[in-house]
Every structure is written in C-alpha cells, then in structure tokens.
C-alpha cells in the first residue's frame, strides 16, 4: 500500500509518516502542493492524505488537480478544527473524507482502512458518504460520528440510497 502524504507542517508530517511506516505502509511526504502534483503525475498511489494550507499550490488546488486527471485514488483531508467551509469544499471538489486536527492517529488510520478497502471494492460492514456513516452489522448510523436514532423503516430506505447513491429510486424499487 503507497501512501502520499502531503503536509508542510513537519511535525504532523513526521507523526503521520512514522505511524503510516508502523502499519506497514509505504510513504512518500511532499511538503507542497506543487511538488504532489508533480509526483501524482508520475506515481500511482492508493489514498492521498492531504492537508489544505500548503506552500505554493494549496490543498484544494491539489484536489481538483487529481479529479481533473481523472484519478480515482481516495484522499482523505486534514483540516483544521474550525475550517467547515474547508470541509464542505473539500468533499464537494472530491475528497472522499476528512479528519480534523488535531486528530487521533487510530482514527487516522481507521479512515484510511475503510477508503482503500471501498477504493478496492471490497465489501465490508460499513457504507459511507461523505459523513455519514452506516454500520450494517450493528445498525447504528452516525453523521459526523455522532449517533442518530432512526426507525427500522428508515434505517431500511437509509441502507438502499447508500448503495446506491447518485441514482433516483422509484416507489416499486424502494
Ligand atoms: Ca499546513
């Protein structure tokens, strides 16, 4: 598993990479967002981890750089704790999720897991979009991991728009 990690801030950067390197990933830090646009270029990864304030091209910048090339790799976001408007435009130019600083590195890594396993198409328990979160296994949903109380009826109607997102159900397929 290849990692980009793209942070200027060394001492996050440090952390992450040392935590990434533990868990068996393979890392490769830029400190711009120039410099990972230059590398996304020539080196196929399998989640981009991404902080927004960067030196010469910022994180955004970086973003639809990847989506313009029509790479499909994950990236999860690094924000800052006060920034939801970062949040909000981060998801909508492409992101497929997001942590805020500072944050808990086991969450760190639990986000990453379950973007490279859905990057992967592989099924597990867990159906995500955006914040929301479904856990089929227990039934529980939470939206910015805070949990919601839903009837059976809506957690049942809930689980058919998360797999299919994008799409319009009728009555009959609902
Ligand atoms: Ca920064």
Redesign the pocket.
């Known amino acids: 598993m290849r990692v980009l990690l793209v942070?200027?801030?060394l001492m996050i950067g440090e952390t992450l990479s040392d935590a990434l390197q533990d868990e068996a990933y393979t890392v490769d830090w830029v400190k711009d967002g120039q410099q990972a646009i230059a590398t996304l270029k020539v080196q196929p990864y399998n989640l981009v981890l991404l902080?927004?304030?960067?030196p010469k091209v910022d994180g955004m910048g970086v973003l639809m750089a990847i989506r313009t090339a029509k790479l499909d790799t994950p990236v999860l976001i690094l924000t800052a704790r006060d920034a939801t408007q970062d949040r909000i435009l981060g998801l909508d130019a492409g992101a497929d999720d997001y942590v805020v600083k500072p944050f808990d590195l086991g969450e760190v890594l639990a986000r990453m897991r379950v973007l490279i396993r859905r990057s992967q198409g592989k099924t597990d328990n867990l159906l995500q979009i955006g914040t929301l979160a479904l856990d089929t296994l227990n039934k529980k949903v939470t939206l910015d991991n805070k949990p919601i109380d839903i009837t059976a009826k809506e957690y049942m109607l809930l689980t058919t728009f998360m797999l299919s997102p994008d799409k319009v159900l009728s009555k009959t397929q609902l």
């Open positions: 942070e200027d801030d902080d927004l304030g960067l």
